[in-house]
């Protein structure tokens, strides 16, 4: 079964900076420990808004903030946001027209080979520069800018890519850092949470989460 995740990340060695924030946006949500100069959060959503970043808490937001879906085949997306500005965003989805390697039926003397099929749309927009500013003083700065840029060059070369060479969802959190990714989402905690609110994160253990 595919997982499917919605979560937030501020960039920030502080979680009740998190705490803070879903307070001051009068949200409910849970909060994970700071791993990576990272803090990791999810808030209580409709299901239908849940991957789409939330207008509340950007209104209050003061921190570095990346939002984060992955949906594994049915694509991924991140947005990183300097207050509640989104100044560089990258999403990848599955193409969903039919797509097949042979020959165009309107079209007999065409071929269309294997490689040059496009299974996924690569969407993104980037404003380097304030990137850069915004997130200078996070911990492995350079890794997070290297695999941003790589992110704009998949927007940039978007046709010929297959699935091996596009940026990979898991790619991604390695080198930004983010410890907190897998089944993350509002609704999956709800379900799982155990006695005190004791997370079970599988092979990292068990801890507690901080309910706002």
């Known amino acids: 079964m595919s997982q499917f995740s919605a979560s937030y990340h501020l960039i920030t060695s502080n979680q009740q900076d998190a705490v803070k924030l879903l307070k001051n946006a009068n949200l409910h949500g849970y909060v994970f420990p700071e791993k990576n100069g990272?803090?990791?959060f999810v808030i209580q959503r409709e299901r239908v808004s849940e991957f789409n970043c939330c207008e509340q808490i950007l209104m209050h937001n003061t921190r570095p903030l990346v939002f984060f879906t992955n949906?594994?085949?049915?694509?991924?997306s991140y947005e990183i946001y300097d207050k509640?500005?989104?100044?560089?965003?990258?999403s990848s989805s599955f193409n969903e027209e039919e797509i097949m390697e042979g020959f165009d039926c309107d079209d007999p003397e065409s071929f269309v080979p294997r490689e040059d099929i496009n299974y996924y749309i690569y969407c993104?927009?980037?404003?380097?520069e304030r990137v850069k500013e915004l997130l200078k003083d996070s911990m492995d700065f350079e890794k997070k800018i290297e695999i941003i840029q790589k992110s704009k060059v998949n927007v940039d070369s978007q046709n010929g890519l297959s699935k091996e060479e596009a940026l990979d969802a898991y790619e991604f959190i390695k080198e930004f850092g983010i410890f907190f990714y897998e089944w993350v989402s509002y609704h999956y905690l709800e379900t799982g949470l155990e006695k005190n609110h004791i997370f079970n994160y599988g092979y990292f253990g068990k801890f507690p989460l901080i309910v706002v």
């Open 38 to 40: 990272i803090v990791t």
């Open 71 to 76: 949906a594994e085949d049915h694509g991924w």
């Open 124 to 128: 993104g927009s980037f404003q380097m």
């Open 84 to 90: 509640n500005e989104c100044i560089a965003s990258y």
